[in-house]
């Protein structure tokens, strides 16, 4: 991971991490800006992608599942909202990650640690392109235009996640802004890094942010796809 993104080598769960911080974050002001930018950005990305939208569609039903599949993720002010991917897995997805952990202990300490499995059986042959490529991210363009996320913010997690390994200050910190489709943790690794990393990631984005880092950070990001860095 570059040095320019890592914060801190304490641990975010620990109760120094974010003692004797700054915090810029956002204002009222702040927030009505970045809104503003989101529902311009998001809806100018939709317009230019509808062309690729639609194949992309076609060929995720062809096993007769549903295109989009939604999960839900804790937003602003803790708020739970579904976050929308298309569909990248096989339809009994949830029955194959459980027979799985039950049976492979390196498996289960893997999900444990990462939340993630480098070589996981449930995605599809699509799938694992639309993920290697973050093609399946493309419908969370519709959640930023509906105000639960945001082109730039925290890494969008589940209640679980956020209870296991924030403190209850970096969990303030994420809450109080929209979670993104990018951020640091995309740029600086993804699955490559560890889950304490994450967290620290996202909580110095909260405390840095400002429309320069925005803007940093999307222009990090298509270079970041482009060498599928840490993509799972």
Same mark, same amino acid.
């Given at each position: 991971?570059?040095?320019?993104?890592?914060?801190?080598?304490?641990? =975010?769960?620990?109760?120094?991490? @974010?003692?004797?911080?700054?915090?810029?974050?956002?204002?009222?002001?702040? !927030?009505?800006?970045?809104?503003? @930018?989101?529902?311009?950005?998001?809806?100018?990305?939709?317009?230019?992608?509808?062309?690729?939208?639609?194949?992309?569609?076609?060929?995720?039903?062809?096993?007769?599942?549903?295109?989009?599949?939604? !999960?839900?993720?804790?937003?602003?002010?803790?708020?739970?909202?579904?976050?929308?991917?298309?569909?990248?897995?096989?339809?009994? =997805?949830? /029955?194959? &990650?459980?027979? @799985?952990? =039950?049976?492979?202990?390196?498996? $289960?300490?893997?999900? $444990?640690?990462?939340?993630?499995?480098? !070589?996981?059986?449930?995605? /599809?042959?699509?799938?694992?392109?639309?993920?290697? /490529?973050?093609?399946?991210?493309?419908?969370? &363009?519709?959640?930023?235009?509906?105000?639960?996320?945001?082109?730039?913010?925290?890494?969008?997690?589940?209640?679980?996640?956020?209870?296991? !390994?924030?403190?209850?200050?970096? $969990?303030?910190?994420?809450?109080?802004?929209?979670?993104?489709?990018?951020? @640091?943790?995309?740029? %600086?690794?993804?699955?490559?890094?560890?889950? =304490?990393?994450?967290?620290?990631?996202?909580?110095?984005?909260?405390?840095?942010? %400002?429309?320069?880092?925005?803007?940093?950070?999307?222009?990090? /990001?298509?270079?970041?796809?482009?060498?599928?860095?840490?993509?799972?």
């Amino acid at each position: 991971m570059s040095d320019i993104y890592l914060p801190s080598q304490a641990s =975010a769960s620990s109760p120094g991490f @974010l003692a004797g911080t700054s915090r810029a974050g956002l204002s009222g002001l702040g !927030h009505a800006v970045k809104r503003g @930018l989101d529902i311009l950005g998001a809806g100018l990305l939709l317009l230019l992608i509808l062309p690729v939208l639609l194949p992309i569609i076609l060929i995720v039903r062809r096993d007769g599942g549903p295109a989009l599949y939604s !999960h839900t993720r804790i937003g602003r002010a803790g708020r739970p909202f579904p976050c929308l991917k298309f569909r990248s897995m096989v339809l009994d =997805a949830e /029955t194959r &990650l459980a027979e @799985l952990l =039950a049976s492979d202990p390196a498996a $289960a300490e893997e999900w $444990a640690t990462r939340r993630k499995l480098p !070589h996981d059986p449930r995605i /599809t042959r699509i799938g694992a392109f639309l993920r290697r /490529t973050s093609l399946d991210e493309l419908p969370q &363009l519709l959640n930023v235009l509906r105000g639960e996320m945001s082109l730039v913010g925290p890494r969008p997690v589940v209640q679980e996640e956020l209870d296991l !390994h924030y403190s209850p200050a970096a $969990a303030a910190m994420y809450c109080e802004m929209r979670p993104g489709i990018t951020g @640091l943790w995309q740029i %600086s690794g993804r699955s490559d890094t560890t889950y =304490a990393e994450r967290v620290m990631l996202d909580t110095r984005y909260v405390r840095g942010w %400002s429309l320069l880092f925005d803007l940093h950070i999307l222009c990090k /990001t298509i270079p970041a796809v482009l060498k599928r860095r840490g993509a799972v």
